[in-house]
Nanobody
């Protein structure tokens, strides 16, 4: 059974950092593009960052560019999202998603995790 599990969310003060993990089970992430998305209450889901399976190319939403970094560790079958200089507007449930055929910040990925809550507040 293909499964993605996010972890690493929590409560952090503005300016702080968190590292989210997206661990895969039941399949090998090497061949999958991975996207990170977030959804805040009352707002539409937003693509945050994504990384290709082929050459490790990455994309970032303008709202997180320069603050967030996506990376993958195929040996651990895990993708990470390092989030620095967090702002209250980064508060949301963060999801990772995987797909074999395509990728992008607006792409409809096939497989999704259940999400992890990130709250940025003083």
């Amino acid at each position: 059974q293909l499964q993605l599990v996010e972890s690493g969310g929590g409560l952090v003060q503005p300016g702080g950092s968190l590292r989210l993990s997206c661990a895969a089970s039941g399949f090998t992430l090497d061949y999958y593009a991975i996207g990170w998305f977030r959804q805040a209450p009352g707002k539409e889901r937003e693509g945050v960052s994504c990384i290709s399976s082929s050459d490790g190319s990455t994309y970032y939403a303008d709202s997180v560019k320069g603050r967030f970094t996506i990376s993958r560790d195929n040996a651990k079958n895990t993708v990470y999202l390092q989030m620095n200089s967090l702002k209250p507007e980064d508060t949301a449930v963060y999801y990772c998603a995987a797909d074999l055929r395509g990728w992008g910040l607006t792409y409809e990925y096939d497989y999704w995790g259940q999400g992890t809550q990130v709250t940025v507040s003083s």
